[in-house]
C-alpha cells in the first residue's frame, strides 16, 4: 500500500489555466514537502509545510497542509510552460527520520 | 559550483558486474542519503548517513553497500548486478544538525542513470 497517494498521475493544460494536485494520505505526518523535478534533473524542494491547515504562497504556487496533518494540496495559478515537470510530495511519518515520496503528478503545460 | 555532484551520470553494464557510484556534496552537510527512482519515477530511500554513520538502511539487498569515507561524500557499492538494479540513482545532502532532520531541505544530485544489460 502506497503511503502517500497523488492525484492526478498525469495533467496537461494550456498556459494561463489554473490547476489543483493532491497529495493524500490516512498516516499523519509531521511535514510534508513539494519538491519539482524537470527531466534529466534531481527533485528540487518548493516548499515545507509543519503545522495543520497551514497555507504557504510561492509566486504562482499556493500549498495546503491538511488540518489533520494527512493530506495536502498545491494550486497553480495561470500555469506557465516553465512549471512543467513532476510534482513530488514527501512526508516523515510520525516525525520518522525518512521522507516516503508519492509517486508523482507529471504536470504538462502546452503553450 | 555543483552543490551535489554524482559520477557516472549514465552507467551502463552486464548483469553480474560489479559496479560504484560516487556522490560528493560541497554545502558542509552534515546528512547524506541515496535514493533510487525506478521507471515509474518512484522515488524511495535506501540509505541514509549523518556524519559518516548509517542512520537508515531500508530494506535493500545487502548487495548494495554505502561507503561514507568522510562527511561530504557518500558512494554506493553494487555487486552482482541484476536487470531488476536498472534505475536513477540519487544522492541528496541536508543540514542534518537539526532535531528534525526529515524536515530539512534534501538537496539532490542529478542522478546516475544505471542500465544493466
Known amino acids: 500500500t502506497q503511503l502517500l497517494e497523488q492525484s492526478p498521475q498525469f495533467l496537461s493544460i494550456q498556459e494561463g489555466e489554473n490547476l489543483t494536485v493532491y497529495c493524500n494520505s490516512s498516516s499523519v505526518f509531521s511535514s510534508l514537502q513539494w519538491y519539482r523535478q524537470e527531466p534529466g534533473e534531481g527533485p528540487v524542494l518548493l516548499v515545507t509545510v509543519v503545522t495543520g491547515g497551514e497555507v504557504k504562497k510561492l509566486k504562482r504556487l499556493t500549498f495546503q497542509f491538511g488540518d489533520a496533518r494527512k493530506d495536502s494540496s498545491l494550486h497553480i495559478t495561470a500555469a506557465q510552460p516553465g512549471d512543467t515537470g513532476l510534482y513530488l510530495c514527501a512526508g516523515d511519518e510520525g516525525g520518522s527520520e525518512k521522507l516516503v515520496f508519492g509517486k508523482g503528478t507529471k504536470l504538462t503545460v502546452n503553450p | 559550483d555543483t552543490a551535489v555532484s554524482q559520477t557516472p551520470k549514465y552507467l551502463v553494464t552486464q548483469m553480474g558486474n560489479d559496479k560504484s557510484i560516487k556522490c560528493e556534496q560541497n554545502?558542509?552537510?552534515?546528512?547524506m542519503y541515496w535514493y533510487k527512482q525506478d521507471s515509474k519515477k518512484f522515488l524511495k530511500i535506501m540509505f541514509s548517513y549523518n556524519n559518516k554513520e548509517l542512520i537508515i538502511n531500508e530494506t535493500v539487498p545487502n548487495r548494495f553497500s554505502p561507503k561514507s569515507p568522510d562527511k561530504a561524500h557518500l558512494n554506493l557499492h553494487i555487486n552482482s548486478l541484476e536487470l531488476g538494479d536498472s534505475a536513477v540513482y540519487f544522492c541528496?545532502?541536508?543540514?542534518?544538525?537539526?532535531?528534525?532532520?526529515?524536515?530539512?531541505?534534501?538537496?539532490f544530485g542529478p542522478g546516475t542513470r544505471l542500465l544493466v544489460l
Open positions: 554545502l558542509g552537510h552534515d546528512t
Open positions: 541528496a545532502s541536508s543540514h542534518g544538525q537539526g532535531a528534525f532532520r526529515s524536515q530539512e531541505t534534501q538537496y
